[in-house]
């Protein structure tokens, strides 16, 4: 089967990142808290966990030792709470997403009442939540009722969101009649440029494959997307879950894959694929 892949996929630098300081971190030391999974991908989890890893959801699960806070950041209450526990802090929290941390709290410095687009059970953005005084979580038009027209309105944007969505959500408050509007673009190019590739490659083939976590909200974001422009897009997270029979009849099969998935889980899922002959069920 003749595949293509996206010319942007896989790991971000945000991501990167946070692997290599849990690499670098736990070289001399046992242990090492993770606030939350490091990454959507077990095996990267289940590989890191083996090193000394361990994954906790809340400070209260940690006595002593070195915490790691992952790409999504940390809640205010929980630094408070690190604190607190003399714990050592490795932050890996992504720079574009400690800048929109530092941009809502200044917007709320200068009077803003904030209103962020995003989902409000996105670790991201239950961090940046912890780190303003003023904040709305808009996941929805309807989310608008929340806010009173004649505030002064900071808006941001949780980082993998669309470019067209942020957009929508956009010309929806300005029809709302608000006094006075600070719109800044919080999007991550990393993101939008893995969307851009996915919605090109997507439109010249038969079959997209969308492989990364199912709770990785970049990688559920990509095939949303591409579901638009090609209904025969399929989300996995890796070569196992492909049922075979969605094959039958393709010619030319397209792959992406999420900030969080690692290129072997890409290169293996190609290199299947471009093996496949069509007998395997
Ligand atoms: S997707 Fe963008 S914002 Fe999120 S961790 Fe990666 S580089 Fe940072």
Same mark, same amino acid.
């Given at each position: 089967?003749?595949?293509?892949?996206?010319?942007?996929?896989?790991?971000?630098?945000? &991501?990167?990142?946070?692997?290599?300081?849990?690499? *670098?971190?736990?070289?001399?030391?046992? &242990?090492?808290?993770?606030?939350? #999974?490091?990454? +959507?991908?077990?095996?990267?989890?289940?590989?890191?966990?083996?090193?000394?890893? !361990?994954?906790? !959801?809340?400070? =209260?699960?940690? !006595?002593?030792g070195t915490v790691l806070i992952r790409s999504h950041g940390a809640t205010k209450d929980q630094l408070e709470a690190i604190k607190e526990k003399e714990l050592e802090i490795v932050d890996a929290t992504c720079v574009l997403v400690k800048r929109l941390q530092k941009i809502s709290q200044s917007l709320n410095q200068d009077g803003y009442k904030v209103a962020m687009i995003g989902d409000e059970n996105h670790p991201e953005v239950q961090a940046i939540v912890g780190f303003s005084d003023d904040i709305v979580v808009i996941g929805s038009s309807d989310d608008l009722e929340k806010l009173s027209s004649h505030e002064k309105l900071g808006i941001i944007c949780q980082t993998t969101q669309t470019p067209e969505y942020f957009g929508e959500m956009l010309a929806n408050i300005v029809k709302k009649g608000f006094s006075e509007l600070k719109v800044i673009n919080t999007l991550c190019k990393e993101a939008i440029k893995r969307q851009e590739s996915a919605v090109k490659l997507c439109r010249q083939v038969d079959i997209m494959f969308v492989?990364?976590?199912?709770? #990785?909200?970049?990688?559920?974001?990509?095939?949303?997307?591409?579901?638009?422009?090609? $209904?025969?897009?399929? +989300?996995?997270? $890796?070569?196992?879950?492909? =049922? *075979?029979? &969605?094959? #039958?009849? *393709?010619?030319?099969?397209?792959?992406?894959?999420?900030?969080s998935t690692p290129d072997r889980v890409i290169s293996e899922f190609v290199e299947n694929l471009k093996a496949y002959k069509g007998s395997e069920k």
């Amino acid at each position: 089967m003749k595949v293509l892949v996206a010319e942007k996929c896989g790991f971000c630098l945000g &991501v990167k990142n946070a692997i290599n300081m849990a690499k *670098k971190t736990l070289a001399d030391r046992d &242990v090492v808290y993770s606030l939350g #999974s490091i990454i +959507h991908n077990q095996d990267v989890v289940n590989e890191l966990a083996s090193d000394g890893l !361990e994954t906790v !959801e809340s400070v =209260d699960q940690i !006595e002593s030792g070195t915490v790691l806070i992952r790409s999504h950041g940390a809640t205010k209450d929980q630094l408070e709470a690190i604190k607190e526990k003399e714990l050592e802090i490795v932050d890996a929290t992504c720079v574009l997403v400690k800048r929109l941390q530092k941009i809502s709290q200044s917007l709320n410095q200068d009077g803003y009442k904030v209103a962020m687009i995003g989902d409000e059970n996105h670790p991201e953005v239950q961090a940046i939540v912890g780190f303003s005084d003023d904040i709305v979580v808009i996941g929805s038009s309807d989310d608008l009722e929340k806010l009173s027209s004649h505030e002064k309105l900071g808006i941001i944007c949780q980082t993998t969101q669309t470019p067209e969505y942020f957009g929508e959500m956009l010309a929806n408050i300005v029809k709302k009649g608000f006094s006075e509007l600070k719109v800044i673009n919080t999007l991550c190019k990393e993101a939008i440029k893995r969307q851009e590739s996915a919605v090109k490659l997507c439109r010249q083939v038969d079959i997209m494959f969308v492989l990364g976590g199912l709770h #990785s909200a970049n990688t559920r974001k990509l095939a949303e997307l591409c579901k638009k422009y090609n $209904n025969q897009t399929f +989300h996995l997270q $890796n070569w196992d879950e492909l =049922d *075979k029979t &969605v094959l #039958s009849g *393709k010619g030319i099969a397209g792959v992406t894959a999420g900030a969080s998935t690692p290129d072997r889980v890409i290169s293996e899922f190609v290199e299947n694929l471009k093996a496949y002959k069509g007998s395997e069920k």
